[in-house]
């Protein structure tokens, strides 16, 4: 099961929150695309898996203004959406447009008419907030710390019946596994279907080891019986420079990152080698547990991560492998 998870928000121990100036900036993002389809075998009458490999293709491409991130375009929309018979775009899917204020990350606008507004107390990240094109607030993320460094946020979206799937599969993308998430809006939509408006609640923690994460937990309740625990162990890092250290993205960015190794909304100073996870599921007293691992390898230009491997492998043994490529300005 690959269960890698998104980069959203980052954090520094010592300066400022919202200000994202590494000294390699990232131009390009490529991935290659692995899709698996059920195809018909003539020979045997069995349909048969088959996958097919789309190498590096264009993911993301990063704009800067001197030393200010300006504007992330998203490229092809069968990345993210997972069609299992793709067609792979050339063209633009998705844009997110950076503002700041006093040097600061202020607000991100995404297509649509929809944004996010960031808020500081002092030098601190304080709140991230979500708006939809009718300036309704749909997600909230409030931020708590120990001394500087990030230790809870509690993220809370709110929807309306008839709300996009697609559109509430980003918001949990967010913070949460890719299968984690379908799971949530499953149950969400039985449990949730006589309301007209109603939320979820969701309680991350964090532990450190200097400027790096030592471990991370992603608690969900839905307020009937049924909750799910997800605990991140981080087992080791390399020594060099993570690029995404100190960024702020928006619900769409974080959906887009599904293909880049990861934490969960806060990221590390350096590149984790190795991540184990325990997913923890209680539906009325049945308990379900999964355990798996990720382990990460790196090529290298400048300290700055140029290529990534990550190989996924389940407590069967089962594994997957992804691949994503890096190019700076």
Known sequence: MVLLLT????????????????KQKIS????????????YDPETGDYV?????????????WLWDKNKLSKIDFWGAD???????????????????????????????????????ITYDGSKLKQIES????????????????????????????????????AEQKILSTFLPKELVSKIVKKSEKKNNTKKIYS?????????INDNLKTCSVDW??????????????????????????KIGSVDEGFMFEFIYGAMLVTSKNNPLEIDYKWIENDEGDIYEETYSVKFS?????????????????????TESSTTYYEYK
């Open 131 to 166: 708006f939809d094109n009718r300036h309704k607030s749909y997600l909230t993320m409030d931020f708590y710390y120990d001394d500087n460094k990030i230790t809870k946020i509690i993220v809370v979206e709110t929807w309306e019946s008839g709300w996009d799937k697609k």
């Open 79 to 117: 990345f993210y959406w997972g069609d299992p018979d793709p067609i792979i775009e050339s063209a633009i899917y998705y844009t997110d447009r950076y503002f700041y204020k006093n040097n600061r990350l202020d607000r991100i606008e995404q297509d649509g008419g929809y944004y996010t507004q």
């Open 200 to 208: 979820n609640t969701y309680y991350v923690n964090y532990t450190y």
């Open 49 to 61: 898996i088959k996958e097919k490999v789309y190498p590096k293709l264009l993911a993301q491409e």
């Open 28 to 39: 390009k993002v490529y991935v290659d695309l692995i899709m698996h389809d059920f195809v």
């Open 7 to 22: 980069f959203v928000v980052s954090f520094h121990s010592c300066n400022k929150e919202g200000v994202f100036n590494p």
């Open 298 to 318: 790196y090529t290298y230009n400048k300290d700055f991560p140029t290529e990534i491997k990550a190989k996924i492998t389940d407590e069967d043994d089962e």
């Open 221 to 246: 309740k839905d307020g009937d019986d049924y909750q799910i625990q997800i605990n991140a162990d981080y087992v080791s890092y390399d020594t060099k420079k993570n690029p995404f250290y100190k």
